[in-house]
């Protein structure tokens, strides 16, 4: 019951600070779940292996990405009229066959042949309209808007 008041706070907690160098600190994790380690083992029910696995309910792993942050270059602004930069850099914030896409069409919406700039999100298009089908050459990065044209299109036909 411990365990499982404690795992949404943990969870919380990882994700706020993810993006940040936190082994060194004092009041790291490790601290306060060797500390509920000990908790969990001396109570009268509990024996090492079962209070590994309410450590383990406590303490969910949540994925580190340190270095994530992509720091803006020297006096750069989204305002100095540098497209290919800024959609470098805002494609940079994808991951998976998005980045892989992006970088494939050289940052460039692949329905009309615009760079990625903006607030407007990248969406990946499957070309034969099969959403299983996840090979390289089914997949395209596109615009939100024309993922909508494409798709408003079709259905008219």
């Not at 509990?46 to 992509?70: C, M, W």
């Not at 070309?127 to 089908?133: E, K, L, P």
């Not at 996840?134 to 993922?147: D, M, V």
Request: proline share 3%; with cysteine.
């Amino acid at each position: 019951m411990k365990a499982l008041k404690l795992s949404p706070l943990v969870r919380g907690w990882r994700n706020y600070h993810r993006f940040c160098k936190m082994d060194g600190s004092r009041f790291s994790l490790w601290h306060i779940s060797h500390r509920a380690f000990t908790v969990f083992n001396k109570q009268a029910k509990n024996d090492r292996n079962s209070s590994k696995t309410l450590i383990e309910k406590a303490f969910p792993k949540v994925p580190y990405a340190q270095g994530k942050h992509v720091m803006v270059k020297g006096e750069k602004s989204p305002y100095d009229g540098d497209i290919t930069f800024w959609s470098e850099r805002n494609s940079k914030l994808y991951d998976g066959e998005t980045s892989k896409a992006l970088k494939k069409q050289n940052h460039k919406c692949a329905s009309c042949g615009m760079k990625f700039i903006g607030e407007e999100r990248v969406h990946l298009h499957h070309i034969d309209r099969n959403h299983s089908n996840w090979k390289k050459n089914n997949l395209e990065a596109i615009h939100k808007s024309c993922h909508d044209y494409k798709h408003m299109s079709k259905s008219a036909s």
